[in-house]
């Protein structure tokens, strides 16, 4: 399998490579030559292999499909060591949740940092490890975090051998509980730079340094961001264990409700959910949380390789720069000032990097129309407008995706409406799902929403729609008074070039 960029560097490139380079030269993002097909014969062969085998050989056998430099033994084994009931606490590593009729919760939050970043960066951190061995060589991992993605790869990250972290954040907005698990880690090899503005401004500083090609050749800079292709097609797999369970034939005679959160193969399937009419592969949907389009971006992967995905809704909260496409075709990033400080912080984006992924593909892999779009008409005028284009109506048509937006009236009533009437709590950022989930039900189809994260990580909105505090794993007891150590920097480029040379002197 080779890689192309994009923008339109067609250059061949393998796995490993841009595994470790993050953006291609021409500032666009790394996407495989083509998708490959999963058949109805193969999908039930895997659907066979998550039931029996586990997560991990299912990680396997997709992975596989992508990585053809790293030895079948060798990924067979990091997949193996990545995917564990000891990391996630399960032996589903991502099981179904029954929330009420038509929806389902996928639980991706119970790795170690209790967000479904996880799920991609405890692979990502033994694929560098592995790979740096083999080469001989060190990598700086330079990234931009709105709340979990920091932690998921500092925790994925911290002790690894040839690895150091430096993750820039929005300075003060983020919750008290994400900040104290950044900011707590005290390992030689990570490095925490809160940054004044939000978290555009850091992404910006992350593209200008990677875009620096001489300054990342010396230096050695990679990416952990969902930019880099390897996170995202780690989460690919997740869908393909969602649709499993949710259109699992044979699931045990339990009760509604019981059985689900411990052992997601034994899902209590309401009658007629997910199954097909007339032995027609039956069909579920997807909605998905989103700020920066990683996380639906690997559904749109999953879906163009042949898994049965009826829609794909993009839920986004006030910073709504990816409804307002899906609704109009203008693309029209927000300036700092008007990027909302909102309660589903880890959303408060408004410039989706991943985004540029499926454009290309909506384009027809136009690389020169792609660069047109996101190298030059969004520096120039700040946005761009698709309503016209005749690829637009294929958005929804041909590739599934709808949209709905969520404010912090409605992610209250939603976390408040989930604990009183299902006795289940839910995150801020699951809320926003949810709710867009809600408009987006169709008759027979199972609509599955990704959980983000555990809601202790932002109690206090928590506490504001029930009334009480969320539960706190036992290893995060008393986190926010521990002792911090960050970095202040203002939103420059060069400022945090000249951190990185003087700590990798």
Known sequence: MLYLSTRGDQTPKHFCDILLEGLAPDGGLYLPAHYPQVDAATLERWREVYH??????????????????????????????????????????????????????????????????????QLLGNLFEYELARRGETLNILGA?????????????????????????????????????????????????????????????????S????????????????????????QVVYYFAGY????????????KGEGVENHGISLPLPLGEGRGEGGATPKVSFTVPSGNFGNVCAGHVARMMGLPIAKLVVATNENDVLDEFFKTGVYRVR?????????????????????ERFVFDLLGRDGARTKAF?????????????????????????????????????????????????????????????????????????????????????????????????????????IEALPKRVTHMAADAQAIQQFIAQHCA
């Open 52 to 121: 029996t085998q586990g997560y991990a050989e299912l990680a396997f056998e997709v992975l596989s499909l992508y990585i053809d430099d790293i030895p079948a033994s060798d990924l067979r084994a990091l997949c193996a060591k990545t995917y564990t009931v000891e990391v996630f606490g399960t032996g589903e590593i991502v099981p179904l949740r029954h929330l009420e009729n038509g929806i389902w919760l996928e639980a991706l939050s119970n790795g170690p940092t209790l967000a479904f970043k996880d799920m991609a960066m």
């Open 374 to 478: 996101f190298g030059e008409a969004l520096s120039r005028v700040g946005f761009f407008d698709l309503e016209a284009h005749p690829a637009f109506s294929q958005a929804a048509g041909k590739y599934g995706f709808e949209s709905g937006k969520s404010t912090h009236a409605d992610r209250l009533a939603t976390i408040k409406d989930t604990w009183e009437r299902h006795g289940m709590m839910i995150d801020t950022h699951t809320a926003d799902g949810v709710k867009v989930a809600r408009e987006h039900l169709q008759a027979g189809v199972p609509m599955i929403v990704l959980e983000t994260a555990l809601p202790i990580k932002f109690a206090a909105t928590i506490v504001e729609a029930t009334g009480r505090e969320p539960d706190r794993p036992v290893r995060f007891e008393g």
């Open 145 to 209: 975090t709105s709340g979990d993605t920091g932690s998921a790869a500092e925790y994925a990250m911290r002790g690894k051998k040839g690895v150091r972290v430096f993750m820039t954040s929005p300075a003060g907005r983020m919750s008290p509980f994400q900040q104290a698990q950044m900011f707590s880690l005290m390992d030689d090899n990570i490095f925490n730079i809160a940054v004044d503005g939000v978290f555009d401004d850091c992404q910006d500083m992350v593209k200008a340094v």
């Open 335 to 355: 300036t700092s000032a008007d990027t909302h400080e909102t309660s589903s912080p880890s959303m408060d984006i408004s410039k989706a990097s991943n985004f």
């Open 244 to 255: 499993f369970q949710a259109t699992n034939p044979h699931p045990n005679p339990l009760p």
């Open 211 to 234: 875009n620096d090609l001489e300054f990342k050749r010396q230096y050695k800079i990679g990416t952990i961001n969902s930019i880099n292709w390897a996170r995202l097609l780690a």
